[in-house]
C-alpha cells in the first residue's frame, strides 16, 4: 500500500540536512548513508549517494526518472549467480548442443513427414 500523501515522503532527517547544506554551498560530493529506505526527492538529482547493500556501498547518481522511488531500489542487495544444473554438466560431456535433433528428428528444416507404415491407417 502507499504512502499516504498527507504525510509525504520519507526522508531521513540527516540525509535531507546534508543535501540542504551541499545544495546551499553549490558543493557536489558523494554522501554515504544506510538510509535506504528514503524516498528520492527533486533536491536529490544530481547528487552521489553512497548506499550501503548490507556488504559495501554501491554509489547512485540520482537523475530525475528517480525521484519517487527509494534509493534501496537502485543497490542490490543479492547477487543471482544463475541457476546451476545438469544440463550444463551433459553438454560438456557430449561436447555442445547437437546440431540435429537427436535420433529420430527430421534430418533438416525442410524434411517431409514419416509415410505411414502399409496397413496401418492415417489418424486423423
Known amino acids: 500500500m502507499a504512502r499516504s500523501v498527507k504525510k509525504g515522503p520519507y526522508v531521513e532527517d540527516a540525509l535531507m540536512t546534508k543535501v540542504s547544506a551541499m545544495n546551499g554551498r553549490n558543493e557536489k560530493r558523494v554522501i554515504k548513508t544506510w538510509a535506504r529506505a528514503s524516498t528520492i526527492v527533486p533536491d536529490f538529482v544530481g547528487h552521489t549517494f553512497a548506499v550501503h547493500n548490507g556488504n559495501k556501498f554501491i554509489p547512485v547518481y540520482v537523475t530525475e526518472n528517480m525521484v519517487g522511488h527509494k534509493l534501496g ?52
Not at 98 to 111: H, N, V
Request: aromatic content about 4%.
Open 73 to 124: 531500489e537502485f543497490a542490490p542487495t543479492r547477487l543471482f549467480r544463475g541457476h546451476t544444473g545438469a544440463v550444463k554438466a551433459t553438454d560438456k560431456k557430449i561436447g555442445g548442443v547437437p546440431t540435429s535433433g537427436g535420433p529420430g528428428a527430421p534430418s533438416g528444416p525442410g524434411a517431409a513427414p514419416a509415410t505411414p507404415a502399409k496397413g496401418t491407417a492415417a489418424v486423423k
